[in-house]
């Protein structure tokens, strides 16, 4: 799912739909952007935490993590 939850209004409630149709045993890559406001980006991410938080509610785990900055 590459930057995709940016641009739905509940970004919680996708990932969740997410855990329901995928198996246990999944592995579920997702990449998004911070800080990054335009007129598509629905949902805006400014930390870091927020986008944990957010994977974590959803009760995915994280496994590894990069963080770019330009």
């Known amino acids: 799912m590459s930057e995709v939850i940016e641009h739905v209004e509940q970004p919680i409630d996708y990932l969740k739909k997410i855990t329901e149709v995928t198996h246990n045993n999944s592995y579920i890559y997702v990449t998004t952007c911070m800080n990054s406001p335009a007129i598509d980006h629905i949902s805006l991410f400014e930390t870091v935490g927020q986008i944990e938080s957010l994977v974590l ?9 990069s963080v770019n900055s330009l």
Not at 57 to 65: G, V
Request: charged share 45%; net charge neutral; no cysteine.
């Open 57 to 65: 509610e959803a009760n995915l785990k994280i496994i590894d993590k």
